[in-house]
């Protein structure tokens, strides 16, 4: 019964339309003094017909209805965005048209979603992974009876750069517009990263030479920052004799250390999540994320990262930053 009412609902304006209709034919009826037998028979055969075409409207009408009132139950999803029933208008359709529109995009949203919770786990994992050597280190030096000072302090420097890129790496993902691009003079910058790093060149007794740095570049400072303290990390991690010069030169900013280099075989693969490489499995002190992170936030701001190396030679890190003019 509530269904009917429902549909004697919906279908008012027609049923209003057909009552004036008969209405204005009783009229006409009247004023030409017909017989009202013949108004009679035509009220008849159009009510028959009317009845009729009713009963096989309320019957598709119920279909659809019962349809809708599933998917009101389950929730609109694409997997039963079939089921909507047939578009009776143009209207309808367009509207039918839009709702599967936002249903796909609102699917499409949840498995990027699914894809970025499974990347921040993985990634996580790998960080886990790293942040576990210094601590176990700082675990060693806190059993012994005298403490080396500066050990504990290289080690608790590093796991609070860990904690920093992770920090960095989830809000980068989280907050995608965390982004704030602007000019950037490079030598202040540079000069700010690397004083962080004095101790760990003074314990390796490893030279920095800083070249040309006076161009000023269109980035987000931040980071910027971030990026090269990957870079600078990793160059000093694998260099133990030498030193580690930056300058920009060509029209990119360049990270060259005179380290144990990379080889052939690993160099195209050096910035893929989780690789390690030769180096880092023999020295067990690599997860392999470092350098991925930093492809990941330089390909958010433009810059273009590539390596070049020789093993026993160096390796050479060039960072080439988007025309302020494109």
Do not use: C
């Not at 999540?273 to 701001?301: D, I, P, V």
Request: aromatic residues 10%; neutral net charge; glycine residues 6%.
């Amino acid at each position: 019964m509530k269904a009917v009412k429902s549909y004697l609902i919906d279908r008012r304006s027609l049923y209003g339309v057909v009552s004036v209709i008969i209405g204005l034919m009783f009229l006409t009826f009247s004023l030409y003094d017909f017989p009202l037998l013949v108004f009679t028979d035509a009220l008849l055969f159009s009510g028959a017909f009317l009845l009729g075409w009713s009963s096989w409207d309320f019957y598709r009408w119920f279909k659809g209805y019962q349809q809708l009132q599933r998917l009101a139950e389950q929730g609109l999803l694409t997997s039963n965005a079939q089921l909507l029933p047939i578009a009776d208008t143009t209207k309808e359709a367009l509207l039918q048209k839009m709702l599967e529109k936002e249903v796909q995009q609102r699917f499409d949203q949840q498995l990027a979603e699914q894809h970025l919770r499974r990347e921040l786990g993985d990634d996580f994992s790998l960080w886990l992974h790293q942040i576990k050597t210094p601590v176990a280190a700082l675990d060693l030096l806190l059993q012994t009876s005298s403490p080396d000072t500066q050990q504990l302090q290289t080690q608790l420097f590093k796991i609070s750069e860990y904690l920093d890129m992770m920090l960095n790496y989830v809000r980068a993902n989280v907050d995608l517009q965390d982004l704030v691009i602007q000019k950037t003079a490079l030598a202040p910058l540079v000069k700010e990263t690397v004083k962080k790093y004095a101790s760990f060149f003074a314990a390796k007794n490893l030279t920095l030479t800083l070249g040309n740095l006076s161009e000023t570049v269109v980035t987000d400072p931040k980071w910027l920052r971030f990026i090269l303290d990957q870079l600078l990390s990793n160059s000093i991690k694998y260099t133990d004799n030498g030193g580690i010069t930056i300058t920009f030169e060509e029209g990119q900013l360049v990270v060259k250390d005179s380290g144990v280099g990379i080889l052939p075989a690993d160099l195209p693969l050096i910035f893929e999540k989780g690789y390690t490489g030769f180096n880092g499995r023999t020295q067990q002190r690599a997860s392999g994320l470092g350098l991925y992170l930093s492809r990941q936030m330089g390909e958010r701001l433009g810059i273009t990262i590539t390596a070049t190396s020789t093993p026993g030679d160096g390796t050479k890190l060039l960072l080439k930053f988007p025309d302020p003019a494109a």
